[in-house]
């Protein structure tokens, strides 16, 4: 029997993943390859809903996919490939847009506060259709599970809308992906400001702990990270968030539970346990950075593996959108 299929991706927004990334969408990635036909994809045509650099956005993309790969996916087992690679996602995009309502694509969060942020001038139709290049590259891979962060879970129910509603309007043509979230790492929360999500776009450096950082670095924004003044290591998102966070970061690196934590430094203070949670989160993040920097050191070697995981990705996605294309009428174009 085939392996159940899983997809996922990220955007190349940054020149480093941050552990937000990390801990809440590809440490599950790594341990569900195992039982899924994965595919992930570095979300290039995504990042363009931002401002880039071109030659920038291009070196992103590689250390996207080296960090990937860094991290424990294997490309060998999975399929990693770059978004653009494969023109499919792009095209699908178009067919599902006429199946998207125009309120319905304007309730999605992300957008609504982006689109304040930037205001409706700066704010391009793109960004409005993010969503829906996102549920083309789900439904194209006929993806059971995806495998995301929380602020992720909206466009995935939207995918899975569209989806029934394409199959009820064409007749049954893709699957219904189901959003795989795990709970208590959902959310990572910046160091600075603890009840704000860590992002790659994050306004200030000091609360974003980033994958590629010089360990020495990483390891001072932990000991300088915000806590509070009751001076005792206990989780309580609503009392103690900075602490909190820590503990969920300390929690999800090393796979030991919260209370096993809180006894360990029981009676210590910040200053020890925030050294702790540093040594973890070097210890971690040494070695992904220096098979990172060692993959992005033979560029040429990282594209050929791209490339031939492009073409792996393309003939799944071009079955489903030949169906798609017969489904809706489009004409065939004979050979
Ligand atoms: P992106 O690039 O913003 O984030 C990649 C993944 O990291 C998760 N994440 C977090 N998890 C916990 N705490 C945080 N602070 C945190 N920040 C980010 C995100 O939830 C995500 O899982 N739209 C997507 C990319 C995408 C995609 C897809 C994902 C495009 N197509 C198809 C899945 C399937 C995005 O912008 O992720």
Do not use: C
Request: net charge negative.
């Amino acid at each position: 029997m085939s392996k159940p299929r899983l997809y996922s991706g990220m955007q190349p927004s940054a020149d480093s993943l941050q552990v937000g990334n990390y801990i809440g969408a590809l440490m599950q990635w790594r341990d569900l390859q195992e039982a899924y036909d994965a595919f992930f994809s570095v979300v290039d045509l995504h990042a363009l809903t931002q401002p880039n650099d071109p030659a920038e956005l291009r070196e992103k993309t590689r250390r996207t996919a080296a960090q990937y790969i860094a991290a424990g996916i294997e490309p060998a087992k999975s399929t990693l490939y770059v978004q653009s690679h494969v023109a499919a996602h792009a095209e699908l995009a178009w067919i599902l847009s006429t199946v998207t309502g125009f309120g319905e694509a304007g309730r999605m969060t992300q957008f609504k506060d982006k689109s304040q942020r930037y205001g409706s001038d700066a704010t391009s139709v793109g960004l409005f259709t993010y969503p829906v290049l996102m549920a083309a590259d789900i439904l194209l891979y006929q993806t059971d599970i995806v495998p995301v962060g929380d602020d992720q879970k909206q466009h995935v129910e939207l995918t899975r809308d569209l989806a029934e509603r394409f199959n009820s309007r064409y007749g049954d043509t893709f699957r219904v992906p189901m959003p795989v979230i795990q709970q208590d790492t959902a959310r990572i929360y910046d160091l600075q400001n603890p009840t704000a999500k860590m992002s790659k776009s994050a306004e200030s450096d000091a609360g974003v702990l980033w994958l590629l950082d010089d360990p020495a670095v990483s390891a001072k924004k932990v000991m300088r990270a915000v806590t509070d003044s009751d001076g005792t290591v206990r989780y309580d998102r609503e009392a103690k968030p900075g602490v909190s966070n820590l503990l969920v970061i300390y929690a999800a690196l090393t796979g030991r539970q919260i209370p096993a934590i809180e006894d360990e430094y029981a009676g210590r203070g910040y200053g020890d346990f925030k050294k702790g949670l540093a040594e973890v989160v070097v210890n971690e993040f040494g070695p992904v950075r220096e098979r990172a920097l060692e993959l992005l050191d033979d560029p040429a070697e990282l594209d050929r593996v791209l490339a031939a995981n492009a073409a792996k990705a393309e003939d799944v996605a071009n079955r489903t959108l030949g169906a798609v294309y017969d489904k809706v009428g489009l004409l065939r174009r004979t050979r």
